[in-house]
């Protein structure tokens, strides 16, 4: 394993610096087995604690081969607790740096993504309410037939069943705890909530779920089942991807239908006071790159 393995699949992750997590290279060199010296080579192996001086330990040393089987179960433990760190080091990452490809939060929670990048997403919390794009206003409560997919549900129905969710909640229990990705940081969970309402209705499927706002775009380009709208046009349920200031693949939510003129949406948001997201529904002020609707 290698760093650079883990980096060619997260696009958003800039490579690991040597050392980022101390002098665990060393630790392993010192592991003597043949596990360890194979690992070593990965910097960000976490620091082992000094080996226990004991009467065992030194006649097992000086003995050179009788404790063979206790370094290399010690060398599969260091490499399970450098593992355990990389995946905590790549969630930070990915929830909490200034990534490309992580759509929009405000300070303290995640922030926004550059365009076509790979990262989870959100949006930022205290955006003065607005159309989002010119021209888009429409006659006072004016909402439209809501889009369905094969299970004759619609999204918009799915998601406003949530409203008020947390994502920590979300992703765990619930109606969309089985499409929605557990492992997803709460502040940046809007695509990975879009695909599992879109999934719940039966509108993409599993392999097309994404927790990327620009990968779950590019799937409904390429899915013939979906096509782009204008939101003059579009109908509550339809997908909505829009620019925070951070790239036209910021943040993406659900058309809602418009309310005394102006369009509204749904989706996980970053409004609650630590950066994490909610379920919530109202007007935007961003600019509305991309909508699409289904008709399946």
Same mark, same amino acid.
């Given at each position: 394993?290698?760093?650079?393995? /883990?980096?060619?699949?997260?696009? @958003? @992750? ?20 043949? /596990? ?13 604690? *000094? ?11 000086? #003995?050179?081969?009788?404790?063979? =089987?206790?370094?290399?179960? &010690? ?6 607790? #450098? ?9 930070? =990452? ?30 930022? #919390?205290?955006?003065?309410? &607005?159309?989002? #794009?010119? !021209?888009?206003?429409?006659?006072? &409560? ?12 619609? *999204? ?14 979300? $992703?765990? $229990? &619930?109606?969309?705890?089985?499409? =929605? ?8 969970? @809007?695509?990975?909530?879009?695909? !599992? ?9 599993? $392999? ?50 418009? $309310? ?23 007007? =935007? !002020?961003?600019? /509305? ?8």
């Amino acid at each position: 394993m290698s760093v650079g393995a /883990i980096n060619r699949g997260l696009s @958003c @992750c800039p490579p690991l610096s040597s050392g980022v997590l101390g002098a665990g290279a060393s630790a392993f060199a010192r592991a003597g087995s043949s /596990i360890a010296a194979a690992v070593a080579r990965d910097s960000f192996q976490p620091a082992s604690a *000094p080996a226990p001086a004991s009467a065992s330990t030194g006649a097992a040393s000086a #003995a050179g081969s009788g404790g063979g =089987m206790e370094k290399v179960l &010690g060398g599969l433990e260091k490499v399970v607790q #450098a593992l355990t760190q990389v995946v905590s080091l790549l969630k930070q =990452m990915l929830g909490g740096g200034k990534q490309a490809g992580s759509p929009g939060a405000a300070p303290g929670a995640a922030p926004g993504a550059a365009k076509g990048s790979g990262a989870p997403g959100g949006a930022p #919390a205290g955006k003065p309410a &607005g159309s989002g #794009a010119p !021209g888009a206003e429409a006659p006072a &409560g004016k909402e439209g037939d809501p889009t369905r997919g094969p299970t004759g549900e619609s *999204p918009i129905d799915i998601a406003r069943s949530v409203l008020g969710k947390n994502a920590s909640e979300l $992703k765990v $229990k &619930g109606r969309l705890a089985e499409e =929605m990705e557990d492992w997803v940081p709460n502040n940046v969970n @809007c695509a990975n909530f879009v695909s !599992g309402v879109l999934e719940e209705a039966g509108q993409i499927s599993k $392999k097309q779920h994404s927790a990327s706002v620009a990968n779950l775009r590019s799937n409904l380009e390429r899915d013939p089942n979906f096509h782009k709208t204008s939101l003059q046009n579009a109908k509550p349920g339809d997908v909505v991807i829009v620019d925070t200031g951070r790239g036209e693949n910021s943040h993406v939510v659900l058309f809602a239908g418009f $309310k005394n003129g102006k369009p509204t949406f749904i989706g996980s948001n970053n409004v609650n006071a630590d950066g994490s997201q909610k379920v919530t529904e109202g007007p =935007m !002020g961003y600019r /509305i790159t991309g909508v699409y609707t289904y008709g399946g």
